[in-house]
């Protein structure tokens, strides 16, 4: 399956954006799918998953509260709502996908969207 991310920009803190994720290739309500993040000089690190029913949601505690993940498989895309952003949201997010149930770190998951940057201004 390929992924396409987009969707960033640059926003005030306290703005919203929504991050996308478009599928193609495969059988795309058959994976779970993850958002990922990294920043500056820093490791990539979890930010968001979906089961691929979309029934189940986990998000990192960073982000909780703020932060959206929703899919829609008749659209083969994964939506990240992005709300009350902080300067620390600012980084590279990544959609990834997997069969199965989904994971929380960056080996778990077997594809990988190119990248959309998020830059949040204080």
């Known amino acids: 399956v390929q992924l396409q991310a987009s969707g960033g920009g640059l926003v005030q803190a306290g703005g919203s954006l929504r991050l996308s994720c478009a599928a193609s290739?495969?059988?795309?309500?058959?994976?779970?799918v993850a958002w990922f993040r990294q920043a500056p000089g820093k490791e990539r690190e979890f930010v968001a998953a979906?089961?691929?029913?979309?029934?189940?949601?986990y998000y990192a505690d960073s982000v909780k509260g703020r932060f959206t993940i929703s899919r829609d498989n008749a659209k083969n895309t994964v939506y990240l709502q992005m709300n009350s952003l902080k300067p620390e949201d600012t980084a590279v997010y990544y959609c990834?996908?997997?069969?199965?149930?989904?994971?929380?770190?960056?080996?778990?998951?077997?594809?990988w969207g190119q990248g959309t940057q998020v830059t949040v201004s204080s």
């Open positions: 990834a996908a997997r069969r199965g149930f989904y994971g929380f770190g960056i080996y778990e998951y077997d594809y």
């Open positions: 290739g495969g059988t795309f309500s058959s994976y779970s």
């Open positions: 979906i089961s691929w029913t979309g029934g189940n949601t």
